[in-house]
């Protein structure tokens, strides 16, 4: 299994639709979880970080579950813009550091 | 603006010349990271930094090294770089291991091509 598994997509949806995107882990003892947005040959850039709580920023809201090892991520009024690949991020513990690892990303494709 | 930076935007190098990869930043970050980007896969941690402190993944080729001679600045070398090894190249910082204080920062790649 994964460390951190994605559908990749594409998810196709009209201007306006709620699209949502989950992200699973392996490693039971992850402390951080992020999640990234890389548009098409350009660097990742920090979309949210996701709290036990759950979190929104605007039409965006993060959940995290750790009872089942996976993230959400859920676009409300999806826009244009929003058309990006959407990846997943979740710390790993590796020698008393936590580490990064990314998911394959998953693809989202907004339409007029 | 406190940046990563990364040199150059595109490098083009012949199989088997070594070529060097540069990042710096100006955010104070304890700890920088360098990954390989494959066309449609995720970005794969090559090694990283603590400080000083220096951190390989056990599947990374012996081919890739890497130096830090200060805070600032951080170097990827390909040894031999073979067709394999045409990829995207981030050079990510945080100001601790985890990133649960402000998640990571990026540069904005260097694009290898290995003709």
Redesign the interface.
């Known amino acids: 299994r994964k460390e951190?598994e994605q559908d990749?997509g594409p998810f196709n949806v009209p201007e306006g639709a709620t699209v949502a995107f989950n992200c699973t882990y392996s490693n039971s003892a992850s402390?951080?979880f992020?999640w990234y947005r890389q548009d098409c040959?350009?660097?990742?850039?920090?979309l949210m970080?996701v709290y036990s709580s759950g979190n929104e920023d605007g039409r965006f809201t993060a959940q995290l579950n750790r009872a089942s090892q996976y993230i959400s991520l859920l676009i409300r009024d999806s826009k244009l813009s929003d058309s990006a690949t959407y990846?997943c991020?979740v710390?790993r513990a590796?020698?008393g550091?936590?580490?990064?690892?990314?998911?394959?990303?998953t693809s989202l494709i907004v339409h007029p | 603006d406190a940046m990563v930076i990364q040199n150059p935007r595109y490098q083009v190098t012949q199989f088997g010349k070594p070529v060097t990869l540069s990042c710096s930043q100006t955010l104070n970050h304890n700890v920088m990271?360098w990954?390989q980007q494959k066309s449609?896969?995720?970005?794969?941690?090559l090694f990283?930094y603590?400080d000083k402190d220096f951190?390989n993944e056990a599947d990374t080729p012996d081919n890739f090294q890497s130096r830090r001679p200060n805070t600032s600045f951080c170097f990827l070398d390909i040894r031999s770089p073979g067709l394999g090894d045409a990829a995207?190249y981030?050079c990510?910082t945080?100001l601790s291991?985890?990133?649960?204080d402000?998640?990571?920062?990026?540069?904005?790649?260097t694009?290898l091509t290995v003709v």
């Open positions: 951190v990749p402390q951080s992020f040959r350009k660097e990742p850039k920090l970080s990846l991020v710390n590796s020698g550091s936590y580490i990064p690892t990314f998911g394959r990303g | 990271y990954y449609s896969q995720a970005p794969k941690l990283h603590y951190n995207m981030l990510a945080s291991t985890g990133g649960a402000y998640g990571y920062t990026f540069g904005s790649g694009r």
